[in-house]
Every structure is written in C-alpha cells, then in structure tokens.
C-alpha cells in the first residue's frame, strides 16, 4: 500500500465514523423533540401506546401506525442532517446518511408488515441484563418507556443522555440511606428530596431529627438482616454508613474498622441484590456504596484504609455478576464528624454524586485530588480484569 494515501484514509474513516454518531445524536434530537415539541408528541406518543411492560405489542395495527408515524419521520430527519452535514463539510459523512438509510428502509418495512420482528431494543420478554453504559440495550430503553419517559433518550448510544443528565432519573423513586444522620447521608437526602425521590434514612442514631417526609428507620449492627423485607420496596439503595478511628491500632479498633467499613457494608449489599427477584428490578433498583478515595490514596488512619480497600476490592469483585447496577462513590475529604477537617462541603459533595449519577457515571469520583482521577480508574480496571481473568462466577446468583 502506498503510505502516502493511509492518512486520507484514515481521515475519511474517522468523518465516517462521526457521520453515523452525527446521525445518532440527531435521531435522540427528535426523539427529545417528540417528547416536548406539539406537533410530534401525538406520534411520539403512538410509540409508546404500542408496548405493553414486558414489550410484546399492544396491537399489530397500532404498532405500525407508530412506525410509520414516528419511525419513519425519525430516520428521515437523520438522512436529512447526515446528508445535509456531508454536503456542507465533508462527504465522507455520507456513511452517516448510507447508516440511516438502513432504518428508513426497516422501519418503512415494519410500517407495511413486511416483517414482524421489532427492533433490539423493543424484542419481547423478560430483561436479561442490567442497563449499559455505553451502548442502549433493552434495559436501558425498557426505563424510558416504563420508569420515566423525560429520560433515557438514547436510541443506540448514551452519549446525549450522558450531557442532559438525563441517564438515571430520580423522580418517585424510593432511595434508602445508611449514615442517614451523618454530614453526607443529611446533605444527601436534601439534595434527593429536591430531585422528586421517597426518602428512607436508615440509621443508628435513634435521636438525630430527620426533616418531615422521611422515613427513618433503624438497624444495628450485625442485624442488618432484619430489614431485609423492607429492601424488597427500595429502588435505590446508598450505602454510606462508615467509621474512623484514626490513628488507633488496638485489636478493638481493627475489630471495629472492618465490622463497620467492611462486613457491615457487605451484608447490606447482599441482602439488597438478593431483592432483584423480577425482570424489571434489573432495569430500576441499584446500589451505590460509599468506599472513599482511600482505596487508592493515603488516609493517614491506616484502618480506615486497609477496611475500605477491603470493601472496595470485594465490590468490584461482586459486581462483574451483579443482577443490577452497582455504583461507586469515590469520595474525597469533606467536613464531617469522621473527618472535621475535611475540605468539601458536603452539600457540594451530594450535588456531584446525583449529578454524575444522573450521566450514568458507575464509579463517582467527587474528590480534590487529581492524581484519583488517573489512579482510580486504572486500578479499578486492572483489579476488574484480575478478578474476571483469576475467578469464575457462582452458578447461584440471585434472579
């Protein structure tokens, strides 16, 4: 091959490459537009009528009408943007407008009952999987037509919903808290509560005054099997009850350390996926455990350290089987009874969690430190690599 021509190769490959995202994007673009624009919600509108919860169709009639309707439409405004976008930048574009000629043509088919097979996104039947991250599954697509239709826009990639915010909704949710009525676990239900969720703080501390609204609940250590039944209801559940003893090194203190940051924490967990008992429980419940920057950056409260790496590695184990999504949160020093001198504030630190949840981040990094941002995400993955490469998954998992 003459090495002269691989550049412009590989620059027409790479404007390919975003013509198809650019039509991607201007699919969720009208997707978005069927939602809030009147003249496209009655259509829009004919999608959603055509699907029951477990997918199957409402009707054949009505299913192609919402093909024609909205499908239809829907792949000729991305024939229309690609093409227009390669006529005015580039023409190797074009691969975008050849990439939504192919859903015009399917849809403009399934409109007329050429075939009868749905897209991949809408097959029948149960869910098999939790939502991914990049890429929309049925999962991802089943919560925008089933658990909150202003969300979870995405027709093939996630990106759109990633910059809206738009990857998790909390509205009507009911999220459960452990450390309710510590500095974080507080500034979390406030933040939540403004978001539209049903509120439960589980805690220890049986005086701390919760604001109206809540519900508070609560546990003992080592007893956290108690509550199993009430896990059954909660959607999401925030584990982010911990301890620090510092610079104490006594057989009680590691006792204590590991009894809290660690075994305490894994039972909840457990407890929590073993509530993913129905199809739909794979597309809204989640867990989200607090295991702090100190899995990867010093401390100084060795303890805490050593429970929390603990914790942290057991987690990313667990996860690679885990029946839903499974959410760190990679937390930096804010001011708390744990740690007085902590920088952030933790009202500061509630609104990034929620906010990188809501783009679907899976481990939250909210911390000061740049280095945790380049070190986290390397060692989460050559640990998830490890444990996927070195350990098999158990034949029985939970439903």
């Known amino acids: 091959m003459n090495l002269t021509i691989l550049p412009a190769l590989l620059g027409h490959g790479l404007y390919g490459v975003l013509g198809v995202l650019l039509a991607e994007v201007a699919r969720d673009c009208y997707h978005l537009a069927g939602h809030y624009w009147s003249p496209l919600i009655p259509w829009h509108n004919l999608h959603h009528k055509a699907y029951r919860p477990d997918l199957t169709k409402t009707s054949e009639a009505l299913y192609r009408r919402a093909e024609l309707l909205n499908d239809v439409p829907e792949a000729v405004f991305m024939v229309a943007v690609t093409a227009l976008a390669g006529w005015l930048l580039n023409p190797s574009l074009w691969l975008g407008t050849a990439y939504a000629v192919g859903f015009l043509l399917t849809s403009l088919g399934r409109s007329q009952g050429l075939w009868a097979d749905t897209d991949l996104t809408h097959l029948p039947g149960d869910l098999g999987e939790p939502p991914s991250r990049w890429i929309v599954n049925r999962t991802y697509h089943w919560r925008h037509h089933f658990d909150r239709t202003t969300a979870y826009f995405g027709g093939t990639f996630t990106v759109v919903d990633q910059v809206l915010g738009t990857a998790l909704s909390f509205k009507n949710k009911t999220i459960a808290i452990t450390g309710a009525s510590g500095a974080l676990g507080t500034a979390l239900l406030a933040e939540l509560s403004q978001k539209g969720a049903k509120l439960i703080a589980l805690t220890t501390n049986p005086d701390h005054s919760f604001p109206d609204g809540v519900e508070v609940v609560c546990w003992q250590l080592e007893r956290e099997a108690q509550l199993s039944q009430l896990l059954q209801r909660v959607d999401i559940l925030i584990l982010n009850h911990g301890v620090n003893v510092h610079q104490d090194r ?150």
């Open 250 to 399: 006594s057989a009680e203190a590691i006792a204590l350390s590991y009894a809290v940051n660690t075994w305490s924490v894994w039972r909840w967990l457990e407890l929590f996926l073993h509530t993913v008992s129905e199809s739909k429980h794979r597309a809204l419940k989640e867990v989200w455990i607090n295991t702090s920057e100190a899995e990867v950056s010093p401390a100084f409260s060795p303890l805490y350290e050593l429970s929390k790496r603990a914790i942290g590695d057991l987690i990313t184990l667990r996860r690679l089987d885990a029946p839903c999504v499974v959410r760190k949160l990679i937390l930096g020093p804010f001011r708390s009874k744990l740690n007085p001198i902590g920088i952030m504030s933790p009202r500061f630190v509630a609104w990034a969690i929620t906010a990188l949840a809501q783009r679907d981040c899976r481990n939250i990094i909210v911390t000061i430190n740049p280095l945790t941002y380049v070190l986290f995400p390397i060692s989460e993955l050559m640990r998830s690599l490890y444990f996927r490469l070195c350990s098999r998954a158990n034949s029985t998992q939970p439903n």
